[in-house]
Protein backbone atom coordinates (compact mmCIF):
# COMPACT_ATOMS: atom_id res chain seq x y z
CA UNK A 1 0.00 0.00 0.00
CA UNK A 2 2.75 2.15 0.12
CA UNK A 3 3.59 4.73 3.17
CA UNK A 4 1.98 7.61 4.55
CA UNK A 5 3.56 10.95 4.76
CA UNK A 6 3.67 13.01 8.51
CA UNK A 7 5.54 16.16 9.37
CA UNK A 8 7.61 13.39 11.93
CA UNK A 9 8.02 11.22 9.36
CA UNK A 10 6.85 8.68 6.54
CA UNK A 11 5.03 5.84 8.60
CA UNK A 12 3.20 2.80 7.20
CA UNK A 13 -0.74 3.50 6.23
CA UNK A 14 -1.78 0.79 9.16
CA UNK A 15 -0.18 3.14 11.66
CA UNK A 16 -2.13 5.87 11.27
CA UNK A 17 -5.09 4.95 13.10
CA UNK A 18 -8.04 7.18 14.04
CA UNK A 19 -8.13 10.44 11.85
CA UNK A 20 -9.55 13.31 10.85
CA UNK A 21 -9.32 13.95 7.28
CA UNK A 22 -9.42 17.76 7.36
CA UNK A 23 -9.10 20.44 10.35
CA UNK A 24 -6.49 23.08 10.73
CA UNK A 25 -4.23 23.41 13.81
CA UNK A 26 -2.82 26.71 13.48
CA UNK A 27 -2.71 29.05 11.13
CA UNK A 28 -2.72 33.11 10.73
CA UNK A 29 -4.74 33.55 7.03
CA UNK A 30 -3.45 36.94 5.26
CA UNK A 31 -6.11 37.38 3.89
CA UNK A 32 -8.54 37.31 6.97
CA UNK A 33 -5.76 38.84 9.27
CA UNK A 34 -6.13 42.40 7.02
CA UNK A 35 -9.87 42.19 7.46
CA UNK A 36 -9.19 41.69 10.94
CA UNK A 37 -11.86 38.95 11.11
CA UNK A 38 -10.03 37.31 14.69
CA UNK A 39 -12.21 34.52 14.61
CA UNK A 40 -10.54 32.94 11.89
CA UNK A 41 -7.08 33.04 13.30
CA UNK A 42 -6.24 30.40 14.94
CA UNK A 43 -3.33 32.41 16.62
CA UNK A 44 -2.48 30.61 19.96
CA UNK A 45 -0.21 27.98 20.48
CA UNK A 46 -0.68 26.65 23.85
CA UNK A 47 -4.91 26.29 22.83
CA UNK A 48 -4.70 24.84 19.85
CA UNK A 49 -2.07 22.35 21.94
CA UNK A 50 -4.84 21.76 24.31
CA UNK A 51 -6.97 20.81 21.30
CA UNK A 52 -4.57 18.15 20.16
CA UNK A 53 -4.68 16.92 23.88
CA UNK A 54 -8.50 16.50 23.81
CA UNK A 55 -8.23 14.97 20.58
CA UNK A 56 -5.85 12.47 21.58
CA UNK A 57 -7.63 11.64 25.02
CA UNK A 58 -10.83 10.79 22.65
CA UNK A 59 -8.86 8.44 21.04
CA UNK A 60 -7.69 10.11 18.18
CA UNK A 61 -4.33 9.81 16.27
CA UNK A 62 -3.96 11.45 13.65
CA UNK A 63 -4.88 14.77 11.52
CA UNK A 64 -4.91 16.06 7.93
CA UNK A 65 -3.94 19.52 8.54
CA UNK A 66 -5.41 21.16 5.29
CA UNK A 67 -3.99 24.39 5.75
CA UNK A 68 -2.09 25.64 2.61
CA UNK A 69 0.33 28.46 1.99
CA UNK A 70 -2.03 31.06 1.42
CA UNK A 71 -4.14 30.33 4.62
CA UNK A 72 -1.41 31.19 6.82
CA UNK A 73 0.59 27.63 7.34
CA UNK A 74 2.91 27.86 9.99
CA UNK A 75 4.22 24.33 10.06
CA UNK A 76 7.30 24.17 12.71
CA UNK A 77 4.22 25.68 14.84
CA UNK A 78 2.22 22.02 13.84
CA UNK A 79 5.28 19.99 13.81
CA UNK A 80 6.00 21.55 17.68
CA UNK A 81 2.87 20.85 19.11
CA UNK A 82 1.89 17.34 17.42
CA UNK A 83 5.20 16.22 18.46
CA UNK A 84 4.92 16.75 22.49
CA UNK A 85 1.17 15.21 21.64
CA UNK A 86 2.18 12.31 20.02
CA UNK A 87 -0.63 13.07 16.98
CA UNK A 88 0.37 12.52 13.47
CA UNK A 89 -0.04 15.35 11.42
CA UNK A 90 -0.60 15.42 7.54
CA UNK A 91 0.84 18.94 6.14
CA UNK A 92 -0.79 20.78 2.61
CA UNK A 93 1.51 21.64 -0.06
CA UNK A 94 -0.25 23.90 -2.78
CA UNK A 95 -3.29 26.08 -2.80
CA UNK A 96 -6.85 27.20 -1.65
CA UNK A 97 -9.33 29.06 -3.31
CA UNK A 98 -9.01 32.27 -5.59
CA UNK A 99 -10.37 34.98 -3.42
CA UNK A 100 -7.92 34.27 -0.90
CA UNK A 101 -4.93 35.60 -3.04
CA UNK A 102 -4.96 39.32 -2.84
CA UNK A 103 -2.69 39.24 0.31
CA UNK A 104 0.78 39.10 -0.33
CA UNK A 105 3.03 36.14 -0.38
CA UNK A 106 5.38 36.65 3.19
CA UNK A 107 8.69 37.15 2.20
CA UNK A 108 8.09 39.18 -1.25
CA UNK A 109 6.11 41.87 -2.46
CA UNK A 110 3.84 39.68 -4.59
CA UNK A 111 0.47 39.00 -3.90
CA UNK A 112 -0.19 35.04 -4.03
CA UNK A 113 -2.26 36.02 -7.39
CA UNK A 114 0.32 38.07 -8.82
CA UNK A 115 3.08 35.12 -8.41
CA UNK A 116 0.53 32.42 -9.31
CA UNK A 117 -0.49 34.18 -12.79
CA UNK A 118 3.43 35.69 -13.72
CA UNK A 119 5.26 32.26 -13.11
CA UNK A 120 5.09 29.69 -15.14
CA UNK A 121 3.19 26.23 -14.99
CA UNK A 122 6.52 24.17 -14.76
CA UNK A 123 7.78 26.27 -12.29
CA UNK A 124 4.51 26.44 -9.63
CA UNK A 125 4.52 22.32 -10.54
CA UNK A 126 8.62 21.94 -8.92
CA UNK A 127 8.22 24.68 -6.62
CA UNK A 128 4.71 22.32 -4.94
CA UNK A 129 6.38 18.84 -5.75
CA UNK A 130 9.29 20.07 -3.61
CA UNK A 131 7.13 20.95 -0.54
CA UNK A 132 6.42 17.51 -0.88
CA UNK A 133 9.68 16.11 -1.68
CA UNK A 134 12.45 17.85 0.07
CA UNK A 135 10.67 19.94 2.86
CA UNK A 136 8.45 23.08 3.43
CA UNK A 137 9.76 26.97 3.96
CA UNK A 138 13.01 25.82 4.01
CA UNK A 139 12.57 23.41 7.01
CA UNK A 140 12.75 19.22 6.87
CA UNK A 141 9.41 18.56 7.19
CA UNK A 142 7.42 17.38 4.36
CA UNK A 143 4.00 17.96 2.96
CA UNK A 144 1.93 14.55 2.54
CA UNK A 145 -0.81 16.48 0.53
CA UNK A 146 -1.20 18.39 -2.52
CA UNK A 147 -4.23 20.62 -2.62
CA UNK A 148 -6.10 23.10 -5.10
CA UNK A 149 -9.35 24.89 -4.61
CA UNK A 150 -12.12 26.75 -6.91
CA UNK A 151 -15.03 29.69 -5.64
CA UNK A 152 -18.56 29.46 -4.74
CA UNK A 153 -20.18 28.00 -8.29
CA UNK A 154 -17.28 29.25 -10.51
CA UNK A 155 -13.86 28.70 -11.38
CA UNK A 156 -11.37 31.40 -12.18
CA UNK A 157 -8.78 31.62 -14.70
CA UNK A 158 -5.79 31.26 -11.81
CA UNK A 159 -7.89 28.59 -10.15
CA UNK A 160 -7.89 27.16 -13.17
CA UNK A 161 -4.11 27.36 -13.86
CA UNK A 162 -3.81 25.98 -9.74
CA UNK A 163 -5.88 22.84 -10.65
CA UNK A 164 -3.45 21.93 -13.51
CA UNK A 165 -0.43 22.74 -11.09
CA UNK A 166 -1.70 20.36 -8.24
CA UNK A 167 -2.24 17.41 -10.81
CA UNK A 168 0.26 17.11 -12.19
CA UNK A 169 2.35 17.83 -8.78
CA UNK A 170 0.09 14.84 -7.79
CA UNK A 171 1.49 12.69 -10.54
CA UNK A 172 5.34 13.92 -10.24
CA UNK A 173 4.93 12.70 -6.39
CA UNK A 174 1.96 10.52 -5.95
CA UNK A 175 0.87 12.02 -2.94
CA UNK A 176 -2.86 12.11 -2.58
CA UNK A 177 -4.76 15.25 -3.63
CA UNK A 178 -7.09 17.70 -1.89
CA UNK A 179 -9.63 19.57 -3.70
CA UNK A 180 -11.50 22.76 -2.00
CA UNK A 181 -15.30 23.29 -3.15
CA UNK A 182 -16.48 26.54 -1.66
CA UNK A 183 -20.08 25.22 -0.53
CA UNK A 184 -20.07 22.12 -2.00
CA UNK A 185 -20.43 23.38 -5.47
CA UNK A 186 -18.28 23.04 -8.64
CA UNK A 187 -17.07 19.78 -7.58
CA UNK A 188 -18.11 17.89 -10.83
CA UNK A 189 -17.23 20.47 -13.00
CA UNK A 190 -13.31 20.13 -11.56
CA UNK A 191 -13.85 16.19 -11.76
CA UNK A 192 -14.31 16.95 -15.37
CA UNK A 193 -11.05 19.00 -15.41
CA UNK A 194 -9.17 16.72 -13.65
CA UNK A 195 -10.08 13.71 -16.09
CA UNK A 196 -9.35 15.80 -18.63
CA UNK A 197 -5.41 16.45 -17.39
CA UNK A 198 -5.28 12.94 -16.29
CA UNK A 199 -5.57 12.48 -12.51
CA UNK A 200 -6.16 9.53 -11.56
CA UNK A 201 -9.47 10.26 -9.37
CA UNK A 202 -8.98 7.68 -6.74
CA UNK A 203 -6.36 9.89 -5.61
CA UNK A 204 -8.32 12.85 -4.57
CA UNK A 205 -10.89 13.85 -1.74
CA UNK A 206 -13.82 16.27 -2.88
CA UNK A 207 -14.65 19.01 0.47
CA UNK A 208 -17.02 19.99 2.04
CA UNK A 209 -19.56 17.82 0.04
CA UNK A 210 -22.23 18.14 3.10
CA UNK A 211 -22.40 21.35 2.72
CA UNK A 212 -23.67 20.68 -0.37
CA UNK A 213 -26.23 17.51 0.72
CA UNK A 214 -27.52 16.62 -2.50
CA UNK A 215 -27.45 12.69 -2.86
CA UNK A 216 -27.78 12.78 -7.04
CA UNK A 217 -24.24 14.81 -6.61
CA UNK A 218 -22.56 12.70 -4.26
CA UNK A 219 -23.69 9.62 -5.83
CA UNK A 220 -22.19 11.08 -9.28
CA UNK A 221 -18.89 12.23 -7.42
CA UNK A 222 -18.61 8.75 -5.80
CA UNK A 223 -18.81 6.79 -9.27
CA UNK A 224 -15.80 8.51 -10.41
CA UNK A 225 -13.68 6.95 -7.82
CA UNK A 226 -12.94 10.05 -6.13
CA UNK A 227 -13.28 10.15 -1.90
CA UNK A 228 -15.75 12.63 -0.49
CA UNK A 229 -15.62 14.61 2.70
CA UNK A 230 -18.22 15.09 5.40
CA UNK A 231 -16.31 17.92 6.86
CA UNK A 232 -18.96 20.63 8.38
CA UNK A 233 -19.82 18.25 11.75
CA UNK A 234 -21.34 20.77 14.20
CA UNK A 235 -22.04 23.72 11.96
CA UNK A 236 -25.51 23.76 12.43
CA UNK A 237 -25.87 27.09 10.72
CA UNK A 238 -26.17 25.14 7.70
CA UNK A 239 -29.01 22.78 8.38
CA UNK A 240 -29.55 20.17 11.03
CA UNK A 241 -27.03 17.32 11.42
CA UNK A 242 -29.50 14.84 10.65
CA UNK A 243 -29.14 15.88 7.39
CA UNK A 244 -25.75 15.27 7.02
CA UNK A 245 -26.11 12.22 8.42
CA UNK A 246 -28.86 11.18 5.82
CA UNK A 247 -26.61 11.79 3.17
CA UNK A 248 -23.76 9.82 4.38
CA UNK A 249 -25.92 6.90 4.81
CA UNK A 250 -27.52 7.56 1.25
CA UNK A 251 -24.21 6.35 0.48
CA UNK A 252 -23.44 3.81 1.94
CA UNK A 253 -26.83 2.33 1.03
CA UNK A 254 -24.85 2.51 -2.48
CA UNK A 255 -21.99 0.62 -1.42
CA UNK A 256 -19.79 3.75 -1.75
CA UNK A 257 -18.78 3.59 2.31
CA UNK A 258 -15.14 3.16 1.25
CA UNK A 259 -14.92 6.30 0.06
CA UNK A 260 -16.09 8.48 2.51
CA UNK A 261 -13.88 10.62 4.88
CA UNK A 262 -15.08 12.62 8.04
CA UNK A 263 -13.54 15.62 9.65
CA UNK A 264 -14.61 19.01 10.94
CA UNK A 265 -12.84 21.72 9.68
CA UNK A 266 -11.70 23.19 12.73
CA UNK A 267 -10.84 26.97 11.95
CA UNK A 268 -12.40 28.94 14.15
CA UNK A 269 -12.00 30.20 17.50
CA UNK A 270 -15.80 30.53 18.14
CA UNK A 271 -15.17 26.36 17.25
CA UNK A 272 -12.55 25.69 20.06
CA UNK A 273 -12.76 24.90 23.71
CA UNK A 274 -9.41 26.35 24.74
CA UNK A 275 -9.59 29.77 22.94
CA UNK A 276 -12.07 31.67 25.14
CA UNK A 277 -15.06 31.37 23.11
CA UNK A 278 -16.35 28.23 25.03
CA UNK A 279 -16.82 26.00 21.83
CA UNK A 280 -17.35 22.13 21.32
CA UNK A 281 -13.35 21.85 20.64
CA UNK A 282 -11.96 19.09 18.22
CA UNK A 283 -12.90 16.41 20.55
CA UNK A 284 -16.40 16.99 19.62
CA UNK A 285 -16.38 14.68 16.63
CA UNK A 286 -15.62 11.76 18.48
CA UNK A 287 -16.44 12.60 21.69
CA UNK A 288 -20.51 13.50 20.85
CA UNK A 289 -20.81 13.21 17.23
CA UNK A 290 -19.68 9.79 16.84
CA UNK A 291 -22.15 8.11 19.32
CA UNK A 292 -24.98 9.87 17.72
CA UNK A 293 -24.05 8.53 14.31
CA UNK A 294 -24.09 4.99 16.00
CA UNK A 295 -27.24 5.12 16.75
CA UNK A 296 -28.79 6.89 13.75
CA UNK A 297 -26.95 3.87 11.93
CA UNK A 298 -28.16 1.30 13.90
CA UNK A 299 -31.89 2.76 13.58
CA UNK A 300 -31.59 3.20 9.63
CA UNK A 301 -30.29 -1.11 9.94
CA UNK A 302 -26.81 -0.28 9.49
CA UNK A 303 -23.62 -1.69 11.82
CA UNK A 304 -22.46 1.48 12.60
CA UNK A 305 -19.23 0.40 13.94
CA UNK A 306 -17.90 -0.65 10.70
CA UNK A 307 -18.93 2.18 8.94
CA UNK A 308 -17.20 4.58 11.51
CA UNK A 309 -14.27 2.27 11.16
CA UNK A 310 -14.00 2.71 7.64
CA UNK A 311 -14.71 6.48 8.22
CA UNK A 312 -11.88 6.87 10.45
CA UNK A 313 -9.29 4.04 9.86
CA UNK A 314 -9.66 1.92 6.75
CA UNK A 315 -10.55 4.71 4.21
CA UNK A 316 -7.71 7.66 5.42
CA UNK A 317 -5.42 4.56 5.34
CA UNK A 318 -6.06 4.57 1.83
CA UNK A 319 -6.54 7.80 0.90
CA UNK A 320 -3.29 9.20 2.31
CA UNK A 321 -0.91 6.79 1.21
CA UNK A 322 1.39 7.19 -1.41
CA UNK A 323 0.44 4.07 -3.61
Same mark, same amino acid.
Given at each position: ?? !???????????????????????????????????????????????????????????????????????????????????????????? !????????????????? !??????????????????????????????????????????????????????????????????????????????????????????????????????????????????? !?????????????????????????????????????????????????????????????????????????????????????????????????
Amino acid at each position: MG !FIRTLTGDIAPQQLGVTYSHDHLYCIPPYWQERNEEDLLLDDKAASERELADFRAAGGQSIYDATAPDYGRHVEVVAEIATRQGVQIIATAG !FNKGFLWSSKRPGTDQS !FAEWIANTSIDALVEHVSKEVTDGIDGTSYRAGMVKCGTGYNAISPLERKTMEVVVRAQQATNAPMHSHTEMGTMALEQAAIFKQLGLDLSRICFAHMDRNPDPWLHRQLANTGA !FISFDGISRIKYFPEHVRTEAILALCKKGYQKQILIGGDFARKSMSAHYGKGGLGLKFILADWRPRFLEEAREAGFDGEALLHDFFVENPARYFSFG
